[in-house]
T-cell receptor, first 115, second 110 residues
């Protein structure tokens, strides 16, 4: 079956702009998590959604937001972009949210460059 | 706060040798760990997992060892191949959200 699909794969924005990233989870998976990956900080958790509800949120400013739709697809938005937002944004899906619930399946990521 | 950390940021191994990547964790209540491999330009991929009721688990060419006494786990790759070159992460699945270590970059020398 198809894996986790993220779009766009690459994008370039300028400071002050906003960006929306999309994630389609594996068919049947209802939990979607978002991570930011940078060379200095590694993989940092952004949000987790399950059945259109945000279950967990990481320690990121309010400029970072997300949502999940009834078909489990998820989007994340970053407003008023800063240079430090340049990163690889990874989406992961699993059948269930929360602790000890098995493997997370990752997409290839959306690489955002902010100029 | 809780953390998961890898011991070495980089590891160079001769092709055909065995590789050992180590990881320490701080949450003594953690009971489920996953190792991920991330190749350049790709998302992390599942390699192997282990729960705290086990000390060792083997996969194809990979073995994970868990030492709960010292809160340490390791990933062993047998007969390392060029295709094993990647960044390896250990992750604490017993935490929500999932906590990742910073990663160890494995370079295989032909």
């Amino acid at each position: 079956k198809a894996g986790v699909t993220q779009t766009p794969r690459y994008l370039i924005k300028t400071r002050g702009q906003q960006v929306t990233l999309s994630c389609s989870p594996i068919s049947g998976h209802r939990s979607v998590s978002w991570y930011q990956q940078t060379p200095g900080q590694g993989l940092q958790f952004l949000f987790e959604y399950f059945s259109e509800t945000q279950r967990n949120k990481g320690n990121f400013p309010g400029r970072f937001s997300g949502r999940q739709f009834s078909n489990s697809r998820s989007e994340m938005n970053v407003s008023t972009l800063e240079l430090g937002d340049s990163a690889l944004y990874l989406c992961a899906s699993s059948s269930q949210p929360g602790l000890n619930t098995g493997e997370l399946f990752f997409g290839e990521g959306s690489r955002l460059t902010v100029l | 706060g809780e953390s998961v950390g890898l011991h070495l940021p980089t590891l160079s191994v001769q092709e055909g040798d065995n590789s050992i990547i180590n990881c320490a964790y701080s949450n003594s209540a953690s009971d489920y760990f996953i190792w991920y491999k991330q190749e350049s330009g790709k998302g992390p991929q599942f390699i192997i997992d282990i729960r705290s009721n086990m000390d060792k688990r083997q996969g194809q060419r990979v073995t994970v060892l868990l030492n709960k006494t010292v809160k340490h786990l390791s990933l062993q790759i047998a007969a390392t191949q060029p295709g094993d070159s990647a960044v390896y992460f250990c992750a604490d699945r017993g935490n929500t959200p999932l906590v990742f270590g910073k990663g160890t970059r494995l370079s295989v020398i032909a």
